[in-house]
């Protein structure tokens, strides 16, 4: 007879529907299949005028249309991140099998984190307001831009009644929204939980702010699609992205009472703090060993078991070389036998998204057992020395696969996800 509780005790956790907006494609599906395909969403940015900065390409979602997925009214509500958030909720409650007003509602969480909420509601509003006076703004300016937002507009469209939380951890935001939310199930406050991240700030202030952190890549904006190239020695800088990323989170037991498809299991996350800088990793990797250990520790799953790694990989210079020797440290010699890529090579960076993002790429990898290659690696960096699967998609018996997010604040997240079996591990 099959177990729902693992070895712990603890209600056995899977993905059963999974949706994704990003600059890959309008769905989850669209999005891996161009991350294996690499088929890059980096491009000339198209939302500001960006001919004065030293980096004008970004990861935009093209042709997003929120009429699509949302009244036209209630759209006119929102910040972009929200916008791009509900659209994913709705394609990710429609993959699960579920109507989109869920059949439980006080026993349906939301977890939707953001990096930086809705602030370009907030700048655009700004303008306005100096232009052309205070009739002119738009009254429901403040409330879009509040980082909660994403999730109540979820949180309402599917008139899930249960708990509701917002994580804002930086880059690290996605991945620990999907931890979180998996503990409401392991507390016994939620059967099914709507989780993930969501960042929708391809703004001025924003790739201006970054680039006078000479963190963005400036080599490239004449070739787009080959700027992002994660543990390649030519790397200059990451490409900042958009994008929305959401899972249904759901007890086993119920998962398999009404049929549902089971794209991955939840095995464990866990969550560190670098506690060294506000935007510079600790160089000894010190807080991503802690979060990746202490993640396997929560899942039971020992370090020979991890098949793959889905590294933060963001293409800069100091947080792929850090990154690298954190998983050296932690795995010793089976670092080398691991594969180990960045799926930013197409992608660039979400933000409060790309963990989730991460996560369904992960969740399908086992799924297909398939590993998303590192696009654009091309000449090998002494210093970042594993196998980063360069430029192809490699197909591999998957059982376990680690998800690695690590943001700005020296806030770490990671999450580990098992390939579905009808057994405890």
């Known amino acids: 007879m099959e177990q729902h509780v693992d070895a712990r005790g603890r209600p056995r956790i899977v993905i059963t529907g999974m949706g994704a907006m990003t600059p890959l494609g309008h769905s989850a599906a669209e999005s891996w299949q161009s991350a294996l395909e690499g088929r890059s969403g980096i491009g000339p940015i198209t939302q500001f005028d960006a ?51 869920v059949p439980n509602p006080e026993r349906t969480g939301v977890v939707v984190g953001t990096g930086m909420g809705g602030f370009d509601r907030v700048d655009e509003n700004l303008q306005i307001y100096r ?65 993930g991240g969501v960042e929708g700030l391809i703004h001025e202030a924003a790739v201006a702010g970054f680039a006078a952190m000479r963190a963005l890549s400036t080599s490239f904006n004449n070739c787009p699609e080959k700027a992002s190239r994660p543990f390649d020695l030519r790397r200059d800088g990451f490409i900042l992205s958009e994008g929305a990323g959401i899972v249904v989170l759901e007890r086993l037991d119920q998962a398999l009472a009404r049929g549902a498809r ?15 800088h506000v935007a510079a990793p600790d160089p000894e990797g010190a807080g991503a060993i802690r979060a990746m ?101 490699r197909l591999a018996n998957l059982g376990v696969a680690m998800s690695n997010s690590f943001g700005l604040g020296g806030q770490n997240a990671c999450l580990v996800l098992g390939k579905y079996e009808n057994n405890t591990r």
């Not at 980096?55 to 979602?61: D, L, M, N, R």
């Not at 929102?78 to 993959?95: I, K, P, V, W, Y």
């Not at 794209?263 to 969550?271: D, M």
């Open 51 to 101: 001919s004065d900065l030293p980096c004008q390409i970004a990861g935009e979602v093209k042709e997003f249309e929120p009429k699509n997925y949302m009244d036209f009214k209630e759209a006119r509500r929102m910040a972009r991140g929200s916008q791009l958030a509900l659209a994913a909720a709705r394609m990710a409650l429609s993959d699960a099998g579920w109507p989109e007003v």
């Open 131 to 195: 232009a052309k006076g205070l009739a002119r703004v738009n009254p429901f300016a403040l409330t879009s831009s509040l980082p909660n937002m994403p999730s109540h507009h979820v949180s309402l469209m599917a008139q899930a009644q249960g708990p509701i939380n917002t994580v804002v951890a930086a880059c690290a935001t996605g991945t620990q929204a999907i931890g979180e939310a998996a503990e409401l199930i392991r507390r016994g406050v939620a059967d099914t939980v709507l989780a």
């Open 293 to 393: 250990r202490w993640s396997l520790q929560d899942a039971c799953v020992q370090l020979n078991q991890v098949d793959y790694i889905n590294a933060h990989g963001t293409s800069t210079p100091v947080n792929d070389l850090t990154e690298t020797l954190a998983i050296k440290k932690l795995f010793g010699e089976q670092a080398y036998n691991m594969p180990v890529s960045s799926t930013k090579s197409v992608m660039g960076h979400a933000m409060g998204g790309a963990g989730a993002i991460e996560a369904i790429f992960c969740a399908y990898a086992l799924y297909d057992d398939v590993i998303p290659p590192t696009w654009n690696y091309e000449t090998p960096d002494p210093q970042c020395d594993l196998d980063y699967v360069p430029n192809e998609p």
């Open 262 to 276: 089971i794209y991955a299991e939840f095995l464990g996350h866990a969550s560190s703090s670098d506690a060294f």
